[in-house]
């Protein structure tokens, strides 16, 4: 039963992590309009399961006045909200509170911001990066925030760090640019080690993401179609794994199966489950352009 709507109110970031899913950054494309969230936000409420309403990207806080309208629209019907922001606009505390306090007026329920070393922090060299201002700011104001932190490379340098099993033992997850930026030089396995998706459900999602496109993401560029043809409803009532190219022989037997079923045999053995999925994915987007979109998301176009 779906539970949580993640609209990715734009591809577009200031930042562009080496771990980034989505591939996200300054030249990235694609950002939803007012009607658009309106859309969204209604067919989410006709579905009668969802209670949150999350705004991501990519970077909401570059379409301020875009996430605000958002918040409210959603507030109105209803839903919880929630952010996930990299804090990288607070860049005095007298400017972060005129960035956060409509979000207390707005009652946002989970404020989530990246605070690692991926993220501008310690790794560009700074030891109080605009993030952590800004999660001082939002716990003076009240709002209730968290963090999403990625493990911090034990020792060496940037490359070496990239190899190192550190990352592997955090949460890094070889998909997207992650796949194609930090995998150089990591252990591999044999693809038939990766029998099952290790992360995502599947065949009865809790919680999708949906982009500008109208692509309902179960997973990052694995899509079950658009809202802007089929109503989420009835998208979600039609909806079968089993019948899905994708989605199917993931939940048959994970990424193994999937690249088995295509006939997919990756370059190297993959890192981890994410990276062979990824790999296998990447190989069948003309294939299935429908269901893997859009096509930036593979570092493509
Ligand atoms: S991981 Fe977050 S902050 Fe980094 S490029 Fe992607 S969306 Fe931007
Ligand atoms: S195995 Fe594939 S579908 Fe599952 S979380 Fe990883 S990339 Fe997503």
């Not at 992590?17 to 989505?22: A, E, G, K, T």
């Amino acid at each position: 039963m779906l539970r949580e709507v993640h609209i990715l109110l734009t591809y577009s970031c200031n930042f562009e992590c080496d771990h980034c899913f989505l591939y996200c950054g300054p030249k990235a494309r694609g950002t939803f309009t007012r009607a658009q969230i309106a859309e969204v936000l209604e067919q989410a409420k006709r579905l009668g399961t969802v209670e949150w309403i999350y705004f991501e990207g990519g970077e909401p806080f570059l379409f301020y006045s875009l996430m605000i309208e958002g918040l409210d629209m959603a507030r109105a019907l209803g839903f919880k909200t929630g952010i996930v922001t990299n804090g990288s606009w607070a860049t005095t505390e007298a400017d972060a509170e005129l960035w956060l306090e409509p979000l207390s007026a707005l009652e946002v329920a989970d404020l989530s911001m990246s605070d690692d070393w991926f993220h501008g922090g310690e790794r560009g060299g700074r030891s109080d990066p605009p993030v952590k201002t800004a999660l001082r700011v939002a716990r003076r104001l009240g709002l209730p925030v968290d963090t999403i932190r990625i493990e911090r490379p034990a020792s060496g340098t940037e490359s070496a760090q990239h190899k190192g099993a550190t990352i592997v033992g955090g949460e890094v997850r070889f998909r997207g640019r992650a796949a194609d930026r930090l995998t150089d030089g990591l252990p591999r396995q044999p693809a038939a080690a990766f029998t099952e998706c290790p992360y995502e459900d599947l065949q009865t999602p809790e919680r999708v993401h949906v982009d500008c496109h109208g692509n309902v993401h179960v997973c990052q560029g694995l899509t079950i179609g658009s809202i802007w043809d089929t109503r989420l409803p009835r998208l979600l009532a039609e909806y079968r794994a089993e019948a899905h190219p994708v989605c199917g022989p993931l939940v048959e037997g994970g990424p193994a199966r999937l690249a088995e079923v295509h006939g997919i045999a990756p370059e190297a053995g993959p890192a981890d489950a994410c990276h062979l999925c990824f790999q296998a994915r990447r190989a069948l987007i003309d294939r299935f352009p429908e269901y893997l979109t859009p096509r930036q998301v593979y570092g493509l176009d």
